[in-house]
């Protein structure tokens, strides 16, 4: 008899989680204008999407962003790990404590802080205050997760490398980094997402000169949702799934 | 006469102010298989990285061959090393493993895969050449490592207990072929190890290691039946302690009072006067069990017995509540041969068989002394 009621329970769960995405992406082709009645099978608002330049170029210019953000908060971070995890240095802990900091103080907060940051040092509002900012935030999360990859890693694997005749820099390249490369990749896509859809700081540290997507859509909205935003919804859908199926594909292959 | 290869003088190190290895000296001969033996935190293990190079000492020096290695990088040492838990690149295949330190050295690719293919035929793993070590046995992983040291033909082998991973029987398997490789490769090997059944059936000499200091240096025969002192006696086997006292001296013999029997005894090498107490050290196997009315012998009763398949162990209370242990082979004239517990017996042993060693500071012949003091 009970036996429906977890069943239902996750059906529910499930339907909370997809049924909004799921509406959306069905909307994106609809021929309609009102965001209520179903008008017939259409591109027309994919059309209209690529006609929009502004659009376009602020999704060119935040995927930008974010493909540089991830890759420079993975090196940095990469590094920060490694020094976190091999060596016992003065100030170790406080630096340990800074990035659990950044990563719990409020988004508001950081977006305040960095912005009186710049306009102090006198960095012009644009795609490098965006970048910095979007690094900050994005770098304790790739620390995290490659620690939580060294941690596990066996200590004697530099060392039998060492023995074998390896300098320490060749051990780092032939070693190291191919056995920490799972967390780096998962740092790089955290990164990468975080700072795709980052909205609170990015308002705050972005200029005129550099327009970027969430922060397009957020002001499309306050004019009033028109349905391309529907079909913007359904691209980046699209962009995620495969960033995701590429990265579990990476991931698998990288273990065998 | 044999060559020294490896000599370790005066090394020190501590950690954290802890002195793990206190002003060791010890000489590794060429072609010998030498066991550095003891209980976890002996600092054999320090020792095993200092000669590697992945510790540095606090003073003292490491030369092989007369040439002096204290400061060199692992890299630049010509000794490998067997790592405990194999430390197998787990990115790479079997072949790319064993190849990896070959490479290092930049070796033609023909005559690097000619030699991975040669280490891995002695070792058996000529067709697991493209698998990678997750996909390998806990035992194969462990050939692989032994394969990836020897490859580069190293001066010496230096193994961090690397049969502690495998079940028992895969153990007894590997330390044949550890011996046969050893044999035939003819490379020192410095083995570590906490068994000491391990250390006394592989190792032309063990060194038996307490708090950094070295206890004994000797064949497993001198380790085993002629301990230099307690400590080694107590790790090294099990071992009867009966207290003894010194009666009378005679030329090279003395004679001496074991719980009121009046033995003579081979006299030891270190001084002795009369009525000095001493330890009697008896293995379980030079234990006699005699019927309760013999004449000699001191009395007791069986409180334990232990069918071994071709031993038969036991355990016997004496009266003054010693409590000994004795190991008896089957006789094939009595194959029923057994004890009752409870049954009353008598303990002696054959005169020679028993050694003796001095009373040390902390652990004297009679308990009750310790509280004197």
Known sequence: MTRWLPRAYLVLVYLLLYVPIGVLVVFSFNDSRSGYTWGGLSLRWYQSLFNNNAMVEAMWNSLWLALSAATVSTIIGALTALALHRYRFRGKKVLNGMLFVVMMSPEIVLAISLLALFLLVGIQLGYVSLLLAHVTFCLPFVVITVMARLSGFDESLPEAARDLGASDFTMTRTVLIPVIMPALLAGWLLGFTLSLDDVVVSTFVSGPSYEILPLRIYSMVRVGLKPEVNALGTLLLVFSLVMLMLSQWILTRSKR | ?373
């Open chain 2, 1 to 373: 006469m044999k060559k020294t290869l490896l000599s370790l003088s005066n090394l020190t190190k501590q950690f954290d102010g802890k002195t793990v290895l206190d002003s060791l000296n010890l000489d590794i001969y060429d072609g010998e298989f030498i066991t550095l033996l003891g209980p976890s935190g002996c600092g054999k293990t320090t020792l095993l990285r200092l000669m590697a190079g992945f510790e540095h000492a606090d003073a003292g020096t490491i030369t092989l061959s007369g040439e002096d290695l204290t400061g060199t990088p692992p890299e630049h040492r010509p000794l490998n090393t067997v790592f405990q838990h194999y430390a197998l690149f787990p990115h790479m295949s079997v072949f790319d493993n064993v190849a990896y330190g070959l490479k290092m050295e930049k070796r033609p690719k023909e005559e690097i895969r000619e030699r991975v293919e040669e280490a891995l035929a002695m070792v058996q793993l000529q067709d697991y050449m493209r698998r990678k070590p997750h996909q390998l046995s806990g035992g194969q992983q462990q050939r692989v490592a032994i394969a990836r040291a020897v490859v580069k033909r190293p001066r010496l082998l230096l193994l961090d207990e690397p049969l502690s991973a495998l079940d028992y029987k895969l153990r007894r398997t590997m330390q044949v072929e550890l011996k046969r490789l050893q044999r035939e490769l003819g490379i020192t090997f410095v083995f570590v190890t906490h068994d000491q059944e391990e250390a006394l059936s592989m190792s032309d000499r063990v060194v038996v290691l307490k708090d950094g200091v070295v206890q004994q240096l000797g064949t497993p025969r001198e380790v085993y039946e002629r301990p230099a002192n307690l400590f080694t006696a107590r790790f090294v086997g099990e071992t009867n302690f009966f207290p003894g006292e010194v009666e009378s001296i005679h030329d090279g013999a003395i004679t001496v009072d074991v719980f009121g029997l009046k033995r003579t005894l081979r006299r030891p090498d270190f001084p002795v006067r009369e009525g000095q107490p001493l330890h009697v050290l008896l293995r379980p196997e030079d234990i006699r069990v005699l019927d309760p009315a013999d004449e000699q012998g001191v009395a007791g009763k069986i409180v334990e017995r232990n069918y071994k398949g071709s031993t038969l162990d036991s355990v016997i209370h004496l009266d003054d509540g010693t409590e000994v242990l004795a190991s008896e082979f089957f006789d094939e004239d009595d194959p029923a041969f057994d004890y009752r517990l409870g049954e009353p017996v008598k303990v002696s042993w054959v005169d020679g068989w028993e050694w003796l060693l001095p009373e040390e500071a902390d652990e004297p012949v009679h308990e009750d002394a310790l509280t004197d003091a």
